[in-house]
């Protein structure tokens, strides 16, 4: 198993930045792609950022590209969501996330919630205006 705590949320003005990090541990090795995701109260889940664990090539939603930017230390144990030009729409309870299946990823896409099996319990994330 895989285990998962997000740190780094807090209040935030727009416009500011605000860097999120995930630590893993356990079987990190299973890991086949690690997720951000995020869900506003009253909302459902959103997906933000998701990275392929071996190659490191990020994707991103189109509402927070060129805006924040997913990245994983040379070790792999620990998964960053920096976030730059956050906007009030950016508030949301984010949660780091991994998968371990490789067919479910190709089928389903990298950024569905569905493979991702692993999940930490979340780190608030406020924008004010």
């Known amino acids: 198993q895989v285990v998962l705590v997000e740190s780094g949320g807090g209040s935030v003005e727009a416009g500011g930045s605000l860097t999120l990090s995930c630590a893993a541990s356990?079987?990190?090795?299973?890991?086949?792609?690690m997720a951000w995701f995020r869900r506003a109260p009253g909302k459902g889940r959103e997906a933000v950022a998701a990275i392929y664990y071996d190659s490191g090539s990020p994707t991103y939603a189109d509402s927070v590209k060129g805006r924040f930017t997913i990245s994983q230390d040379d070790d792999k144990n620990t998964l960053y969501l920096q976030m730059d030009r956050v906007k009030p729409e950016d508030t949301a309870m984010y949660y780091c996330a991994v998968a371990t299946s490789m067919a479910q990823i190709q089928a389903l896409g990298i950024m569905s919630p569905r493979p991702y099996i692993y999940w930490g319990p979340g780190t608030q994330v406020t924008v004010s205006s």
């Open positions: 356990g079987n990190t090795y299973t890991s086949y792609s």
